[in-house]
């Protein structure tokens, strides 16, 4: 699986251990920044990682700040993400079979540990394709295009 990436000042050393980790299981990763401590604007790096996803670069998206927040936000204006904030491999696992998330937001709160439980189950889980879950997005995707 092809796995977009991106982080901001304050994700990228979890950034940077969630690729290696990622590409021992065999993914293949893009990394769309940032590449140090320096600070940045996380906006930024969610739009590209964003527009990267809509332009069909991975197959599923990974984004990062210091609590996971304003870097989903972000993600969530450019046109067609799905992305959700996730704490933990329960919410990483409804955002996929629920809500066909295609980005989640983790915040650096977490050790790597749990980073790596959250992740596994984001990828592992597809979309439970339910009529009620399609009816809520194909709401979401309408109201989208006002």
């Known amino acids: ?9 304050r994700g990228y050393n979890l950034k940077e251990k969630l690729i290696k980790y990622l590409e021992k299981k065999g993914h293949e990763t893009i990394d769309y920044g ?15 990682l964003g527009e990267e996803y809509i332009n069909k670069s991975f197959d599923y998206g990974i984004a990062i700040c210091g609590n996971g927040i304003g870097i989903s936000i972000a993600c969530n204006k450019v046109k067609g ?3 959700a904030k996730v704490d933990n491999d329960k919410e990483a696992r409804s955002a996929r079979e629920h809500n066909d998330a295609n980005i989640i937001a983790i915040g650096t709160d977490k050790n790597i540990f749990e980073v790596k439980d959250i992740v ?4 592992s889980f597809p979309f439970s394709g339910e009529e009620r879950h399609i009816r809520r997005i194909k709401k979401i995707e309408e109201y989208e295009k006002k």
Do not use: Q, W
Not at 1 to 9: F, Q, R
Not at 120 to 123: E, I, K, P, T, V
């Open 1 to 9: 699986m092809k796995i977009g990436i991106t982080a901001d000042h």
């Open 34 to 48: 940032t590449n140090s401590t320096e600070s940045v604007d996380y906006p930024d790096f969610a739009f590209k």
């Open 81 to 83: 993400i799905r992305c």
């Open 120 to 123: 596994d189950a984001f990828l």
